[in-house]
Structure formats: C-alpha cells, structure tokens
C-alpha cells in the first residue's frame, strides 16, 4: 500500500518549506518516525519523519523544491 509523504504545517503563518536534503533515498527501507529529509522554512529548519515503515518507493519532491504546506514529498 502506498502512503504519500506531505508537508506538514510547520508553524501558524508557514505556508511552504523548501527541501534543504534527503537523508534517505529511493530503495532504502525506512522505520515509521525514522527521518527521511531536511526542510527550510522563513522561521525553522527541521527533519521531517516517515508516517510509516517500509520502502521509499519515489521522491516526488527533489533538493531545493519549495513545497506547499500539504504538498507531496514522497512515496513510501
């Protein structure tokens, strides 16, 4: 079953975050909370965990994308 990676809301007034690295890549097996990649927002820089464990099947959003808050990042 495919679980879809989002930006989540980071802050009140954060509408976006830009991808800043992938700790992980496509392939890799991944915990659920484990850290998949490194966000940039105007107010905090941040890791953003896996909602689940299994694979990385796809990253939808590559390094220095800026992606709206909801916005897909990845496929597990």
């Known amino acids: 079953m495919a679980i879809s990676v989002q930006m989540p809301a980071l802050g009140e007034s954060v509408t976006e975050g830009t991808v800043t690295r992938w700790l992980k890549q496509e392939g890799d097996t991944v915990e659920q909370d484990e850290p998949?990649?490194?966000?940039?927002?105007?107010?905090?820089?941040?890791?953003?965990?896996?909602?689940?464990?299994g694979v990385l099947?796809?990253?939808?959003?590559?390094?220095?994308d800026t992606v709206e808050v909801g916005g897909e990042l990845a496929v597990i």
């Open 57 to 64: 099947k796809k990253i939808v959003a590559q390094e220095d």
């Open 36 to 53: 998949l990649l490194e966000v940039s927002t105007d107010k905090v820089d941040t890791e953003i965990p896996s909602p689940a464990a």
